[in-house]
């Protein structure tokens, strides 16, 4: 079983910076695509930022140029660096991994349980 543990949301001004993280733990062989999805009220979940195994980057419109996805394969973490953000950035956010439990195994998709990210004007 693995398990995606994400910190560092919180309350943030607009105009500042935020700095998620997430931590995958359990019965890990490899892990591929990682990344962040974000849920406001009433809306469906939608992707923020993903990364590769290999380090290729994917990022949502509305927050390119703001928000940076990276990873360490050591520690089998992902990280979301979130800078200039804006109410419009107020949800909660999802850390998202696909994980190889075994080698010669499907990867199956993981998912954390969410942490808030309150913006204020």
């Known amino acids: 079983q693995v398990q995606l543990m994400e910190s560092g949301g919180g309350l943030v001004q607009a105009g500042g910076s935020l700095r998620l993280s997430c931590a995958a733990s359990?019965?890990?062989?490899?892990?591929?695509?990682m990344g962040w999805y974000r849920q406001t009220p009433g809306k469906q979940r939608e992707l923020v930022a993903t990364i590769t195994s290999g380090g290729s980057t994917n990022y949502a419109d509305s927050v390119k140029s703001r928000f940076t996805v990276s990873r360490d394969d050591a520690k089998n973490t992902v990280s979301l660096q979130m800078n200039s953000l804006n109410p419009e950035d107020t949800g909660v956010y999802y850390c998202n991994a696909n994980v190889a439990t075994a080698p010669g195994l499907w990867y199956i998709e993981v998912w954390g349980q969410g942490t808030l990210v309150t913006v204020s004007s």
């Open positions: 359990g019965r890990i062989f490899r892990l591929n695509a």
